[in-house]
């Protein structure tokens, strides 16, 4: 039978029930026992328990390969995670007559397996181990591009003599056209029994970005929780396929597009900037907007998009390279005037700084020289890793996941010496060095406060001692009014900084640990997951720069309510003292004089809008994170988005909740509030109850008799359960919540009610 002949005949389908028992006879089979790390005989008991695990189980995918009708291999893969890494195995069945090609059947289910696992799964990498003495599945695994790995992270492979091969995205690309043939390629795949894509992210530039793009992945997965995969299109046809309708680009667009034209790529190589040079330079760059216009209106996702900075040589007169009114240098700043026009205009559009990453590593570093004539790539080598980091903040940011408080150490990270012994006036603080890095340092982080990181303490000290520092010593930068809260004890950090979290309501995800201490630092990842623990560099005197350009400390934009961060901690804390000095609970309440606005969200309220969507992961009902796209397209249907302002006596003033809620869109009599987020540090005052007061009455006069609530459990939202359970919503099988509009709920009579309806 011809390889060809085979194809033919090939199809991969989902194991169903009727499966069972033919699975286990095939996995029984002698020969397929002896290449397995167990090799008893399965039991019907067993295999019944396996079986239902293997059938729910998200991380695995269970298939049957037949030819014909006739099934001939079993493949399965498993251990699937979030950041796109898989196992894999097959066996044969009992149904191949012998004397038939199996080299030509296994060589099949390796092609349909590889192509089912990066261009269905969207795998980054596939692994799998083999038994060191099946010489024959090794080598067919190899002449497929499979790849032999390290065991040293595999105790599994060491115990039981296995050889762990790999293969990633980027290899299968590179092999794909050469181990199959046109028939496999063409074959159906069956739909994937339980979804899983990892988010895409795409680079779109004229020049080469495979090289950056290939380790981009385990960057950002290094500093966050983020998993997504980077692709980049084939050389320079990436915008065209954006643009041309059936491409895969504009079939299945990417999550995020990253537009990386660079100014030389508006430039002919080395020429010489005249006139008419630049007239075409800028001509050119006008398409490129209109086209980044264009595409922000057909497709989802978010774009970046990078600003301009001439790395390589360009011939120019030494007034054009030193005067910003030279012809070159001030057609740029046009350039970069109008991409930054463009992306405040457009939505879901950040513009990125890549000319920073470009002075930070110098022009030398980043001019690509030789690597440009190589593989047309955009940057030489030292790019690559600021980058990295620039396009994580910026992530982490568009998601919430950067530091919103510092948890600082004291000796040898805000002063010089241990303040036990040295004595206040004995510590390293001041003009002269080495006292001057530790005050530069201080400097630095006042400038965070300024930009709304909240400071607090965590030292291994006396109290008395170690705070009589920040009040008597002349050089001290920081004083105990910066800081918001303290652990000076000693107990391990990583159960104060617990403490810490607690006391000002924020996830260990939201505080970021600095200590000059190697020892101290790795307590607290072991000890504390999720805290935010940069590796600091030995010399103090670079640890602002270090710092500066760290992802977790990134900001897409600053609010007025992020600069009053810490203001409007210590709000919070004065209000716990007057609730602790109330009789009651509603004294309490009315002596903060609140007053509460329930409007349609505006212009000036909807970029705190997004920042509570992105940031808020604990009152979040369904953590669903919208674009501007996404909720303008809920309000010309009909439906609304809610922002909640609160005001009181101590004079805090700001949207703390924000509400997606549609009318009649699952039923003509039905409201649902798609997603409802809201700050926390309100839970108790009644603020739930107000809004959704608020929100059956909107619901009323839409014509609704039923206002329904979904909720996405997750480890973090509880207390969403909790409200709505309080405030008679019926839980329903599929995770909603539903509430009939015939009783309405009072409102609570300590708010002084605003509403735009």
């Known amino acids: 039978m011809s390889l060809d002949q085979t194809l033919e005949r090939f199809t991969l389908r989902i194991a169903v029930d009727s499966d069972k028992e033919d699975i286990r006879r095939w996995r029984n089979q002698p020969h397929v026992r002896a290449s397995m790390i167990h090799q008893d005989e399965i039991s019907p008991e067993t295999h019944a328990e396996w079986w239902d695990r293997a059938r729910s189980d998200p991380t695995r995918r269970l298939f049957i390969l037949e030819q014909g009708h006739i099934p001939v291999a079993v493949l399965t893969f498993f251990d699937i995670t979030p950041d796109g890494a898989a196992w894999w195995g097959f066996y044969l069945t009992d149904r191949i007559a012998p004397g038939e090609d199996e080299l030509a059947i296994w060589m099949n289910v390796e092609a349909i397996a590889l192509r089912y696992a990066f261009e269905h799964l969207h795998l980054e990498r596939l692994l799998c181990d083999t038994k060191a003495g099946n010489h024959s599945v090794l080598m067919l695994h190899e002449r497929l591009g499979f790849e032999t790995v390290s065991p040293e992270n595999h105790p599994k492979a060491q115990a039981h003599d296995l050889v762990i091969k790999e293969m990633t995205a980027r290899s299968f690309s590179s092999v794909k056209a050469r181990v199959m043939s046109p028939e496999v390629l063409e074959m159906a795949l069956p739909d994937d029994p339980h979804p899983f894509r990892l988010p895409r992210l795409a680079l779109i530039g004229a020049?080469?970005?495979?090289?950056?793009?290939?380790?981009?992945?385990?960057?950002?997965?290094?500093?966050?929780?983020?998993?997504?995969?980077?692709?980049v299109p084939p050389f320079g046809q990436g915008m065209l396929d954006l643009l041309t309708p059936g491409s895969d680009l504009a079939v299945n667009p990417p999550d995020y597009l990253v537009f990386c034209d660079r100014a030389e790529d508006f430039l002919p190589p080395l020429a010489p900037a005249t006139e008419t040079q630049i007239d075409g330079m800028e001509s050119r760059f006008a398409a490129y907007l209109d086209n980044i216009r264009h595409l922000r209106g057909t497709m989802s996702g978010h774009f970046f998009v990078h600003d301009l900075h001439l790395v390589r040589p360009q011939m120019q007169s030494l007034h054009d390279m030193t005067a910003r009114q030279g012809a070159l240098s001030a057609a740029i700043d046009r350039m970069n005037r109008n991409l930054a026009e463009t992306c405040a205009a457009l939505a879901d559009c950040t513009l990125l700084p890549v000319s920073r990453v470009i002075e930070q590593i110098g022009h030398d570093a980043a001019d690509p020289g030789k690597y440009w004539l190589m593989g047309r790539f955009p940057y030489g080598p030292r790019f690559t890793h600021a980058y990295h980091h620039l396009l994580t903040g910026a992530l982490m940011a568009l998601h919430g996941l950067t530091a919103r408080a510092l948890v600082l150490d004291l000796d040898n990270t805000l002063w010089g010496g241990v303040i036990g012994d040295d004595g206040t006036f004995g510590i390293q603080l001041g003009s002269d060095y080495p006292g001057n890095q530790f005050t530069t340092f201080q400097h630095f982080v006042k400038s965070l406060s300024g930009r709304g990181l909240v400071l607090t303490l965590c030292s291994k000290n006396t109290e008395d001692i170690a705070l009589a520092a920040f009040r008597d010593h002349p050089d001290m930068i920081l004083r105990e009014d910066d800081l918001l809260a303290h652990r000076i004890n000693w107990s391990p950090k990583s159960a104060n900084i617990a403490e810490i979290a607690a006391e000002i309501d924020l996830g260990p995800g939201s505080l970021m640990f600095i200590d000059d201490n190697p020892m101290e630092r790795e307590e607290v990842r072991?000890?504390?997951?999720?805290?935010?623990?940069?590796?600091?560099?030995?010399?103090?005197?670079?640890?602002?720069?270090?710092?500066?350009?760290?992802?977790?400390?990134?900001?897409?934009?600053?609010?007025?309510?992020?600069?009053?961060?810490?203001?409007?901690?210590?709000?919070?804390?004065?209000?716990?003292?007057?609730?602790?000095?109330?009789?009651?609970?509603?004294?309490?309440?009315?002596?903060?004089?609140?007053?509460?606005?329930?409007?349609?969200?505006?212009?000036?309220?909807?970029?705190?809008?997004?920042?509570?969507?992105?940031?808020?992961?604990q009152f979040n009902t369904t953590t669903i994170r919208y674009s501007e796209q996404e909720l303008d397209t809920v309000m010309a249907e009909n439906g609304d988005i809610l922002t909640v302002r609160i005001e009181d006596r101590f004079g805090s003033n700001e949207v703390i909740a924000v509400l997606v809620v549609t009318y009649g869109a699952t039923a003509p009599d039905t409201a649902r509030i798609e997603n409802f987020v809201m700050s926390c540090r309100v839970l108790g005052r009644g603020v739930e109850t107000a809004v959704l007061a608020d929100i059956c009455r909107r619901a009323k006069a839409h014509g609704c008799a039923t206002l329904l609530g979904p909720i996405i459990e997750t480890e973090r939202n509880q207390p969403c359960r909790d409200v709505y359970e309080r405030h008679d919503f019926i839980a329903q099988p599929d995770g909603v919540f539903a509430r009939a509009l015939d009783n309405p709920i009072a409102f609570p009579d300590w708010f002084a009610y605003i509403s735009d309806v």
């Open 207 to 231: 020049a080469n970005w495979d090289e950056i793009a290939a380790d981009l992945s385990r960057s950002i997965a290094a500093h966050c929780p983020l998993r997504l995969k980077a692709i």
């Open 526 to 617: 072991q000890n504390l997951p999720g805290v935010i623990v940069p590796e600091m560099p030995a010399d103090v005197a670079e640890w602002p720069r270090f710092l500066a350009s760290h992802p977790a400390l990134c900001a897409l934009q600053l609010l007025d309510q992020d600069r009053d961060r810490a203001a409007k901690y210590r709000i919070r804390q004065q209000i716990l003292q007057v609730e602790q000095s109330a009789p009651d609970k509603q004294s309490f309440l009315r002596k903060l004089g609140m007053k509460i606005e329930i409007a349609t969200m505006r212009d000036s309220t909807r970029a705190r809008a997004m920042q509570l969507f992105a940031k808020t992961n």
